[in-house]
């Protein structure tokens, strides 16, 4: 809807890229406050919480008379999103017993992509039909919906330590902010996020200049494909996730991969570039299911703390990340193409060797199948025969 609000609103690219941006900043700024939210008051009520401020800024965006107050909107819509993620997908982890997250979490990350779809197409269907306005107050109408559901179909499993106050808060959360292996993973992975998001983001324009006898129809349809792809990895990354001997090295093998397709992008023809996003597809879907599986079997984010632990790595990915991707444009507007797309290769392999640092997960086989253990030794007990 981009070229509507430009029309409607009198934006101009870069303001327009402004309001793009006011999303992903209000999502990585309140990141780490939507973790320590969850440790304070439960994922449940967090996430239901942040599902209406979603639905409130979603709506409110579709009133914006200009793209400045649009942009502050999308801020907080943003803030919303970033209190839902975490805390979401934490409430759904705990649902299930250890060993078998793994598909759950790729089925979590695959409606994103599904959302993404829908999106994509409805949204700029109606916008077109009946005005953008509609197609963001749809978009809120919806989030308030669900909001008005959720409590009816998410059960009440968590059994919080009552009221905390703010220094036992601190004392309960430092343990998992300063965690090597989270920031180890964090920091791993920020290539890759790079990777995966310029893919999706700038083929389009990145087809338009060199490739200029293209369709817009053909160059946005293969980050399409990649985002639909997506859907498949997720649930297959989880599975995997929960059968090998290391998650680290499913998530370097799976990354090196996708940075080396990188670096092939400036060099392929049309009929290449197909199965290599469907391939670049699969590997995002699977690479993060992966990602947001490990730190459900680490010590410090295994029970309560994990809202706070996956928002932390998501804080960084983004905030590092999406400096990365600006380098990327800069770097393909005064040297070209080639070299940008050789940068966010040799970022998405440079950081995978950070990897090393992080715990790691071995499941082993007992009665209930693949239990997931971290490798961190743990004091022996017991246990009857």
Not at 18 to 35: D, H, R
Not at 239 to 246: A, F, I, N, P
């Amino acid at each position: 809807m981009l070229p509507l609000l430009g029309s409607a609103l009198g934006a101009t690219t870069p303001e327009l890229g402004i309001v793009l941006g006011a999303f992903l900043a209000g999502a990585g700024i309140f990141q780490i406050p939507a973790g320590l939210a969850a440790l304070r008051w439960g994922n449940r009520t967090v996430s239901i919480a942040a599902l209406a401020v979603m639905g409130l800024f979603s709506l409110a965006s579709a009133f914006s008379p200009n793209w400045m107050v649009l942009a502050a909107l999308r801020f907080g819509a943003g803030a919303g999103a970033a209190f839902f993620f975490a805390p979401a997908l934490a409430l759904i982890t705990s649902y299930y017993p250890v060993g078998t997250r793994g598909p759950v979490v790729g089925i979590y990350n695959a409606g994103f992509n599904v959302g993404s779809g829908i999106g994509l197409f409805a949204g700029a269907f109606i916008g077109e039909a009946w005005g953008w306005g509609w197609a963001l107050a749809l978009g809120g109408i919806g989030l308030l919906l669900a909001t008005a559901l959720a409590p009816f179909v998410l059960p009440k499993t968590e059994s919080l330590r009552g009221d905390r106050t703010l220094r036992e808060l601190w004392a309960a959360s430092r343990p998992i902010l300063r965690s090597r292996d989270l920031w180890a993973l964090a920091l791993s992975f920020i290539g890759l996020w790079t990777v995966f998001y310029v893919a999706a983001q700038y083929f389009v324009q990145y087809a338009h200049s060199v490739h200029p006898s293209w369709s817009l129809g053909v160059a946005a349809g293969l980050p399409t494909l990649m985002i639909a792809l997506e859907i498949v990895g997720g649930p297959l990354g989880g599975w995997l996730g929960e059968r090998r001997l290391d998650m680290r090295w499913i998530l370097a093998g799976f990354g090196a991969c996708a940075a080396v397709e990188t670096f092939l992008i400036p060099f392929a023809s049309l009929v290449l570039l197909v199965p290599l996003f469907v391939l670049l597809g699969v590997l995002a879907g699977a690479t993060f299911a992966v990602l947001y599986l490990l730190p459900t079997y680490l010590p410090e984010t295994s029970v309560e703390g994990l809202s706070l632990g996956l928002a932390l790595v998501n804080a960084v990915q983004i905030f590092v990340g999406s400096g990365l991707a600006i380098a990327f444009a800069y770097i393909a507007a005064y040297d070209g193409y080639t070299d940008a797309w050789f940068f966010a290769g040799t970022v998405g392999l440079a950081t995978l060797p950070l990897l090393y640092f992080v715990t790691g997960h071995r499941p082993t086989t007992g009665p209930a199948g693949a239990i997931g253990e971290s490798v961190l030794p743990r004091p022996q007990t017991d246990r009857p025969a």
